[in-house]
Nanobody, 126 residues
Framework: QVQLVESGGRLVQAGGSLRLSCAAS?????????MCWFRQAPGMEREFVAA????????YYADSVKGRFTISRDNAKNTVYLQMSSLKPEDTAVYYC??????????????????WGQGTQVTVSS
């Protein structure tokens, strides 16, 4: 079973930038998965942020982050990235990466992703 490990979350000031990483424990198969980032703020439901298909040729973003966040992947390194810029206090949340290992679908629905990381905290101060 592939495991996902997020890193890069920290406290940052509003307007700043941050890059999150999501490393997969095995490479031979994870490079074929669709990958995504979700986030969850306290008391809120998990929210779709961005997704990328297996090749990196197609990306999708929530309207709230479009133009500020960029998702990318390096299949040679088994890693997916989320570059975040112009951060706002409302971006504060635990950020999770997830993979669809069964059908490699790019979707905004959390329940359709079967592999999840443990999350990394991003806090944006005003």
């Amino acid at each position: 079973q592939v495991q996902l490990v997020e890193s890069g979350g920290r406290l940052v000031q509003a307007g700043g930038s941050l890059r999150l990483s999501c490393a997969a424990s095995t490479g031979r198969t994870s490079s074929t998965y669709a990958m995504c980032w979700f986030r969850q703020a306290p008391g809120m439901e998990r929210e779709f942020v961005a997704a990328i298909n297996w090749s990196g040729g197609s990306t999708y973003y929530a309207d709230s982050v479009k133009g500020r966040f960029t998702i990318s992947r390096d299949n040679a390194k088994n890693t997916v990235y989320l570059q975040m810029s112009s951060l706002k206090p409302e971006d504060t949340a635990v950020y999770y990466c997830a993979a669809d290992s069964r059908f490699s679908r790019v979707t905004t629905t959390p329940s359709l992703y079967d592999i999840w990381g443990q999350g990394t905290q991003v806090t944006v101060s005003s």
